[in-house]
């Protein structure tokens, strides 16, 4: 089958999503606007053939093709990059090719779009509006009430992400926002964050995993001292659980999604409450498939090559441990100048690092607010849920990275 991938070397982890494809017996097509030099080896080795064009170009992209279609038959293509899945659902219709449509995209790019879709399958979202001016923004806010959330419409992660308390806040923001087109205003939903995460084929859920924010998202973007965490949870049988579960499997069927990586966040009030936040038809950012593959001693990579292009897994992804992430940002500014209480927590807890990948001396700190991973992860696991919340605490606390 010869599959095309967009993308397949940025960022990092697609390289090993191409890879896979090839892996699984797939002639994969690259299609970039990395220079062919500039792709990462896992990458490189993995492609019959690479397009070097601006993926932002849809027209260049589709020339390509069609010309590239003359000398091979082009089957199937996948995106995992949030930005290009819409040009994904154009090439698809231009080459009458199976997959997620424009129309079906769509809901999965436009958070108004999406929230209205679920709110006709009577699955439960915070209360929400799209607005294209500060006076629309005013407008939802008034209809809505405070506490609420502002963030772009086709946003990913956190960013340009505000939680308002009043209309003086709200002062203060709208002019952080002037770049962004459209954005929406929702209901804030207090309670704890969650996703619930997936790889499908043909509808039917192959693997299931969820993600425990501790703190949420929107915290860690709001202070530098925070380290963040992400849980990956072994038993999704536990009651406080099943509701966003279910909630997950309802969205899914609602959006008409049916093979590939799909990743949602939800919210679990305080009384129980399963809240629906936001879905991408796509692998998480920030290391999650590494969490999930050091949970199962699997390779999601493969796994979800195996779905995308046999629809079936040859083996099943097992939840063997709980696994944490925890993220550290450098105190200070510049260059990396030492890293503090590293050694003694591997004398106490060293059987269960998985991994280990912080920025070396001398490197420059990354930007905090640009992304998660800031200046380096450590990724523990145990077969103990409080196992791993007790050493991602130590680990955040204790864990010290100075800049300067």
């Known amino acids: ?23 699984v017996g797939a002639t994969v097509i690259g299609v970039g606007d990395q220079p062919p ?38 089957e199937q293509v996948e995106c995992l990059w949030e930005p290009y ?4 659902a154009r090439i698809r219709e231009s080459f009458g090719l199976p997959g997620l449509s424009v129309a079906q995209t769509v809901p ?28 629309g923004v005013w407008e939802a806010a008034e209809r809505i ?14 960013a340009d992400t505000y939680r308002i308390d009043g209309p003086e806040e709200l002062s203060t923001v ?65 009651p406080d659980l099943r509701a966003g579960r ?17 990743h949602m966040e939800w919210y679990r009030k305080d009384d129980g409450e399963a809240v629906f936040g936001e879905i991408g038809a796509r692998v998480a950012g920030a290391r999650v498939a590494d969490l999930m593959n050091y949970a199962t001693d699997g390779d999601v990579y493969v796994a979800w090559a195996e779905a ?15 696994a944490g992430a925890i993220f550290k940002r450098a105190q200070g500014a510049g260059a990396i100048t030492r890293v503090e209480g590293l050694d003694k927590l591997l004398s106490e807890y060293g059987d269960a690092v998985a991994m280990i990948d912080l920025l070396p001396i001398g490197a420059q700190r990354r930007d905090w607010q640009a992304t998660v991973v800031s200046d380096g992860s450590i990724i523990v696991r145990h077969p103990e849920l409080q196992r791993v919340i007790e050493m991602t605490e130590r680990f955040a606390a204790d864990l010290q990275i100075y800049a300067g």
């Not at 397949?8 to 090993?16: I, V």
């Not at 899945?85 to 994904?88: F, P, R, T």
């Not at 009430?145 to 956190?158: E, F, N, Q, T």
């Not at 509808?203 to 995993?209: I, K, N, Q, S, T």
């Open 1 to 23: 089958m010869n599959v095309v991938m967009l993308s397949p070397g940025y960022p990092a982890e697609m390289a090993y999503f191409t890879r896979a494809l090839a892996a």
């Open 37 to 74: 030099s500039e792709l990462p080896s896992a990458a490189r080795d993995a492609l019959a053939h690479y397009e070097h064009v601006s993926l932002a170009d849809e027209n260049a992209v589709l020339a390509a093709l069609h010309g590239l279609a003359r000398y091979a038959r082009i």
């Open 85 to 88: 899945m819409l040009l994904a």
């Open 108 to 135: 999965f790019r436009d958070k108004e779009r999406m929230k209205q879709a679920i709110d006709a399958a009577g699955i439960r979202t915070p209360r929400h509006a799209a607005a294209t001016s500060v006076h």
């Open 145 to 158: 009430g405070y506490p609420l959330i502002v963030k772009p419409i086709a946003g990913a992660g956190s």
């Open 174 to 238: 709208l002019p952080l926002l002037r770049h962004v087109p459209e954005v929406s205003v929702e209901e804030f939903i207090d309670g704890e964050e969650f996703t619930y995460d997936t790889i499908c084929a043909n509808g039917a859920v192959l693997f299931e995993h969820m993600l425990w924010y501790r703190p949420r998202p929107l915290q860690m973007k709001q202070h530098e001292w925070i380290s963040p965490v992400s849980l990956s949870l072994r038993d999704l049988e536990v």
């Open 246 to 262: 279910e909630m997950g499997t309802a969205v899914i069927a609602a959006l008409g999604f049916t093979t590939g990586f799909t």
């Open 308 to 322: 995308v292009v046999h629809g079936r897994l040859s083996k099943p992804l097992e939840r063997r441990y709980n």
